[in-house]
């Protein structure tokens, strides 16, 4: 093949390269900056990805419906109605297998399990990354403070834009975690 | 040229084997030819470069520097890519030599991990591994045609397999199976076929021989998730088609340790042979096979594509040609869904590992090959040793079976010693 035209395939493929995650960031800031913020209340626990460093996992307190309904089965992606409770915390309103015709945010997670008449399901924005030396430290200082009883409210700062949800922050005690680990 | 050449041109002129004329002329032949040709070496150390830079650059950006801004942060991810891709295309535009594509193409490789992975840290993109790997490899693969690049190919066949089985490992106790895997390497291929037309007895080729069933190897325990009743069968179907592959004529040439297809199929068979040699094993096969299963159904794929294979060696070689390596997967799929007692088809699996065995060594005795023999004789021993754990044979029996196989040992290799040397003489 003519040195042209692998050099204009080549082009086409570079724009791909950088198309995706120039796509990725503009989505991301989009619903950063015109979604709806919500908090959802979670505890950190800290692994590793090999390429990605190290993040910490979120484990949400929203993560069941009651509902009798045995058709929603593991694995099913479900879409989950939100609006805040009377702390201000994100809670779900109802679950449905397929978009509803509301005006209502929603998350799409992914059901664990159905069982006592209750739905379990698992939140997308479940990463959250931090410096390498922070992410062990946060999870031991919510672990100790924890167990002091010194945190009423651990949550993970999400703005929802139709499907995309983006995790902006994780706040300990109106901080940051970033910060707090500092303290 | 090499020194121990150059000396070698030298003693032949002193002892008058060739005229020092001639062994100018052998010299400047041999500079000139080699002028042409791009340093191996230096495209090696190339290579090495590249993928350590850029597997530096992931790791310094995995720290995840907080003191970084996001749009900071946003522009260091686009740095490394944009460097890769000007380089890359440099030097097609240039057409400048191999060092140069493999290089700028393994350093692009990973600048766009490096940019994808930055981009999920800054916004915490949910997506596990697996998702994140499937990404950069798509975005990856067009560059082996466009810059011809092995080192890439090697990158994305190992990279693919892990792919493989982080989609099913890491997917939160998913058992979704990653057909994506086929896609890339059904992508990579063509590439490695052009290079076992053109240039089969290249170190490169010989790379490729070995990493290409290592990948597959790996990658298919992905598909066994969910099917593990059919998973040895799998993989057993698997290696006969990699032993059939290496059987195959282009690799006739081939000396067995640059043939990773014909060595990786033949002990995968082996080994996955011998545990089926045990009682046990088919103790805990269920009576009946629920065949409406997706793991049936992969394996059953394998398999028609071994008995393609099988079919176009018989066709293309002879009857006469085709050791029972190549039909041991054939033999076990009867044994396995033979509907008869547990002894039964431990006894028949028993008998096709001895023949594999005795085939082996007939295989050795017939080329001269001592490592061939030795592998033969060693199965056979291998199987004794099985069974002297699970058989109630008295100890004396056992004791002769072991004498008789380590004088048999002695006894071929003494055999076939003594014959290489009369044919010498």
């Known amino acids: 093949m003519k040195t042209i035209y692998i050099l204009v395939l080549f082009v086409v493929v570079a724009i791909a390269q950088i198309f995706v995650p120039a796509h990725m960031i503009w989505n991301n800031e989009d619903t950063i900056t015109t979604g709806k913020p919500y908090r ?17 996992t979120l484990r949400y307190d929203m993560n069941r419906y009651e509902i009798s309904d045995s058709t929603y089965v593991y694995g099913d992606k479900i879409y989950v109605y939100i609006q805040n409770d009377e702390h201000g915390f994100a809670k779900v309103d109802q679950i449905s297998k397929e978009e509803l015709d509301i005006d209502q945010d929603y998350v799409i997670a992914k059901v664990t399990g159905n069982y006592n008449n209750k739905v379990k399901f698992r939140l997308p924005f479940n990463r959250y990354y931090m410096e390498e030396t922070k992410a062990p430290k946060a999870e031991l200082a919510y672990v100790k403070a924890n167990r002091d009883s010194l945190i009423d409210n651990v949550y993970g700062l999400v703005y929802i834009k139709g499907d995309a949800a983006v995790l902006e922050d994780v706040i300990i005690n109106d901080v940051s975690i970033k910060e707090y680990v500092d303290q | 040229m090499s020194s121990k050449f150059n000396k070698e041109l030298q003693v032949l002129v002193k002892d008058k084997v060739i005229s020092p004329e001639l062994s100018e002329k052998i010299k400047q032949y041999y500079t000139i030819k080699n002028s042409n040709k791009p340093n191996r070496l230096f495209t090696i150390f190339g290579v090495f470069g590249a993928l350590l830079i850029g597997s530096g650059i992931i790791l310094m950006l995995a720290h995840n520097w907080d003191d970084f801004s996001r749009v900071t942060k946003t522009i260091l991810a686009f740095v490394p890519l944009v460097l890769g891709q000007f380089f890359s295309g440099y030097s097609i535009l240039k057409n400048k030599s191999i ?127 969910r099917a593990e009743l059919f998973g040895f069968l799998m993989y057993i179907t698997l290696f006969g088609i990699f032993y059939i592959i290496g059987r195959g004529v282009v690799f006739k040439e081939l000396s067995n340790l640059r043939n990773g297809f014909l060595i990786s199929g033949s002990l995968g068979t082996v080994t996955c042979l011998m545990i089926f040699t045990f009682r046990w094993i088919w103790e805990d096969l269920p009576e009946e096979f629920i065949l409406n299963t997706q793991g049936f159904y992969t394996a ?126």
């Open chain 1, 40 to 56: 959802f209340k979670t505890m950190p626990i800290d692994p590793t990805d090999p390429f990605r460093g190290k993040y910490i």
């Open chain 2, 99 to 225: 060092t140069w594509k493999e290089a700028s193409g393994t350093f692009l490789f990973f600048s766009v991990g490096a940019s994808i992975a930055l981009v999920g840290q800054i916004y915490n993109i949910p997506g596990d591994l697996g998702t994140f790997l499937e990404t950069w490899i798509i975005l990856c693969l067009p560059l082996i045609y466009l810059l011809r690049s092995h080192a890439l190919t090697i990158l994305l066949l190992i990279f693919s397999a892990s792919y493989a089985f982080e989609a099913t490992e890491w997917s939160y106790r998913d058992t979704e199976t990653p057909w994506l895997y086929i896609v890339f390497l059904f992508a990579i291929i063509p590439h490695y076929w052009k290079l076992l037309k053109t240039n089969i007895s290249s170190n490169v080729v010989t790379v490729f021989n070995w990493i290409i069933p290592l990948s597959i190897s790996y990658a298919l325990s992905a598909f066994v998730e």
């Open chain 2, 300 to 425: 059953l794929v394998l398999f028609m594509i071994g008995l393609s294979g099988l079919i176009y060696a018989v066709v293309k070689q002879g009857i006469r040609s085709i050791n029972i390596f190549q039909i041991a997967f054939l033999v076990f799929w009867s044994i396995y869904f033979l509907p008869v007692e547990i002894m039964f088809p431990a006894v028949l699996t028993n008998l096709l590992v001895f023949a594999l065995g005795i085939s082996a060594i007939k295989i050795g005795a017939d080329k001269f090959n001592f490592g061939i023999l030795n592998y033969g004789m060693l199965i056979i021993s291998i199987l004794i040793v099985c069974r002297f754990f699970d058989t109630g044979m008295s100890f004396v029996i056992r004791g002769i079976l072991f004498v008789a196989v380590g004088a048999g040992f002695f006894l071929t290799n003494y055999v076939m010693l003594k014959k290489q040397q009369k044919l010498k003489i």
